[in-house]
């Protein structure tokens, strides 16, 4: 993992992994979908890929740990959230109410994490780099991360808890009829994502990462011939962007971005 932790990082999401029991599969997959370059690990012993986008690293593929697949942990995508202080914010998440499932850890040579989970019970990691130095992301650029949607409890009562640990901001609230509120949110001035209730057939709350490509239906059918599902969309979203969701082979959820069909 590189090393993200700029000042002007924190508070933002600025890495994202993604655990699996097929840690070739997950490489073949995402390099054909997304169009990332895989790079070894260099830094400490860990089993872990690194997902470059141009020059750019962006987040990176892992197994799931141990200790995880026996608490029944499946694959999935994780984000991380810059801090200065990982066990100051972990106790602040404990403190408004959300739960720290792994206390603060040292990555040799890369950094501090822990692995927290809000009241709703979706997942993220607070993350501090041993550098000062934050990878460039550029959510318009294809293989980077686009956009992040919370599907949670109340988006009222999520947003609260994000914006008292983070200091996001509120940007607009789309009415979704019996979806109910999408609650847009800004980190550190820049549209960052939304926050909406979980819908009824998700199996838990959860955090959807958003990659942007370059064509929407183009980059459905990479997802599928590669043998992952497309289980909603190509659809056009407010502001023009087309969006899919998707699970890979192994069941982990994602999601696609474009600026076209």
């Known amino acids: 993992m590189t090393n993200p932790s700029a000042s002007s990082a924190l508070g933002k999401f600025i890495w994202y992994d993604q655990m ?3 840690l070739p599969g997950a490489e073949k997959f995402y390099s054909k979908v997304v169009g990332w370059t895989i790079a070894p690990n260099t830094m400490n012993a860990q089993r872990y890929s690194l997902l470059q986008s141009g020059e750019t690293m962006v987040g990176g593929l892992m197994p799931i740990p141990e200790e995880a697949a026996k608490m029944g942990v499946r694959p999935a995508w994780m984000g991380y959230i810059a801090v200065d202080d990982v066990k100051t914010y972990a106790d602040k998440v ?22 927290a989970g809000d009241p709703s019970g979706a997942g993220f990691l607070l993350f501090k780099g041993n550098s000062d130095q934050a990878p460039a992301q550029d959510p318009t650029k294809p293989g980077h991360i686009g956009w992040h949607e919370l599907h949670g ?58 990659i942007t490509v370059d064509a929407i239906d183009a980059a459905g059918d990479r997802v599928k011939s590669a043998g992952g599902k497309v ?15 998707g699970l890979d082979p192994q069941g982990a959820m994602f999601a696609l971005v474009a600026p076209k069909k």
Request: proline share 9%; glycine share 16%.
């Open 94 to 115: 404990k403190a408004a109410g959300g739960a720290i499932h792994r206390p603060p850890t040292e990555i040799p040579n890369v950094g501090t994490f822990a692995i």
């Open 20 to 22: 699996s029991n097929d």
């Open 153 to 210: 409890g109340d988006p009222e009562s999520s947003f609260a808890f994000y914006s008292g640990l983070f200091g996001w901001t509120k940007g607009e609230a789309i009415n979704m009829g019996p979806v109910g509120t999408y609650q847009i949110f800004t980190t550190k001035g820049q549209q960052a994502g939304g926050m909406m209730k979980k819908m009824a057939e998700e199996p838990a709350p959860h955090w959807l990462y958003y």
């Open 231 to 245: 289980v909603h969309g190509p659809v056009q979203v407010p502001g023009g962007s087309w969006i899919v969701n």
